[in-house]
């Protein structure tokens, strides 16, 4: 009788876990859509192009906050910038953008599935620049870009594995990282 009470506790624990791992799947993915929101910023001096920032928010919000800071930094080099959460309808017109940076969350080594939709339906101009970011936790490793990459739709009319990629973690500088993000875009 004990072993079937103890064969009945450890299925229904691992029960529980499951229900828990795919409830936060789940809620991850319904982050996305409050992600609804477009806003446009212009540089202080004549407009040197158009760019476009989407972005999945995530469940702290840092990775909004990633975007934010490359809008930014965008705006500060001259462009005129387009900030679209995931589930905009800004977000769906990628044509006549010179600069494209798609970006959110990485979870469990790979982007959320709300932004490998962005990616898999991007239709942007020949010439553009493709920029894909990850936030998450730790230091960024050469593994953390190799898993984005791998992360990345593959799409037979247009290449987006010649976007540039980066993970921003948390402990590290985000203005620097930001910066350094945009440079790699701008030359």
Do not use: C, H, W
Request: hydrophobic share 45%; charged share 15%; no cysteine.
């Amino acid at each position: 009788m004990r072993k079937i009470l103890t064969l009945i506790f450890a299925i229904f624990a691992a029960l529980i876990i499951i229900l828990v791992a795919f409830g936060s799947i789940i809620l991850l993915d319904i982050v996305a859509y409050t992600a609804t929101g477009a806003q446009t910023l212009t540089p202080t001096g004549s407009s040197v192009g158009k760019a476009i920032v989407i972005y999945d928010p995530g469940m702290s919000g840092r990775a909004k906050g990633v975007a934010d800071k490359v809008a930014g930094d965008l705006q500060e080099k001259g462009y005129t910038v387009t900030l679209a959460g995931v589930k905009s309808s800004t977000a769906g017109t990628t044509t006549g953008y010179k600069i494209i940076v798609v970006g959110g969350p990485v979870y469990a080594g790979a982007l959320t599935s709300s932004t490998k939709d962005v990616l898999a339906n991007l239709v942007f101009d020949q010439g553009a620049k493709i920029g894909v970011y990850g936030s998450g936790q730790g230091a960024t490793s050469p593994q953390d870009i190799a898993q984005i990459k791998q992360s990345i739709p593959t799409r037979s009319e247009q290449n987006l594995q010649s976007a540039i990629v980066v993970k921003i973690g948390n402990g590290e500088d985000l203005n620097a990282r930001a910066q350094n993000f945009v440079n790699q875009l701008i030359t």
